[in-house]
């Protein structure tokens, strides 16, 4: 029996064509590897995960929730960067009576994205963990052009950092 009470999935490099294998694919696998058996885990997803694992049908009702938010934009300070994920699944987790402060909660991102995410989960008192086998691949085809390339993701970072930062956000 596991202690984990909640898994939050977090998208990354969508692609424009749903049905392409991405990294939204490679999240959901992890995700589905490392939960779905899981009777204590709760899993909180992003959109486009979310919609993947959803697919399979393989969690049971109540299990598998959408984190409703849209998707990161270049900048990153809009609904959809992982700030906004973490502040609604953190949202989630105290309306279903839990404190997000005492929870244990495992992160399931991109391994270029972890560093960001897990410093962010800070900023809303979450006690969180990388999940196991985090994907690190890369596709071309990623609708958001800083997930195409390792480098990419890295100029990203660090421009985004100043506005981030600026905004509380990191």
Not at 35 to 60: I, N, R
Request: with cysteine; glycine share 6%.
């Amino acid at each position: 029996m596991s202690s984990l009470k909640y898994a939050i999935v977090l998208d990354f490099g969508y692609p424009n064509d749903p049905e392409e294998i991405s990294s939204i694919t490679d999240l959901a696998q992890c995700a589905q590897r490392n939960y779905w058996k899981d009777d204590d885990a709760v899993v909180l997803a992003q959109s486009c995960t979310y919609e993947h694992l959803m697919k399979g049908d393989l969690f049971p009702k109540g299990k598998l929730l959408r984190i409703n938010v849209g998707q990161s934009n270049t900048n990153g300070l809009e609904e959809g960067g992982s700030y906004h994920v973490l502040k609604r699944a953190s949202e989630m987790i105290a309306e279903r009576g839990d404190s997000y402060a005492e929870t244990e909660v495992e992160i399931v991102a991109h391994k270029l994205h972890l560093p960001r995410v897990m410093k962010q989960a800070e900023l809303f008192n979450l006690k969180v963990r990388p999940s196991k086998n985090l994907p690190t691949n890369l596709y071309p085809t990623a609708a958001q052009w800083w997930c195409r390339k390792k480098y990419l993701w890295y100029f990203r970072e660090i421009v985004g950092y100043i506005p981030l930062k600026l905004s509380g956000q990191l």
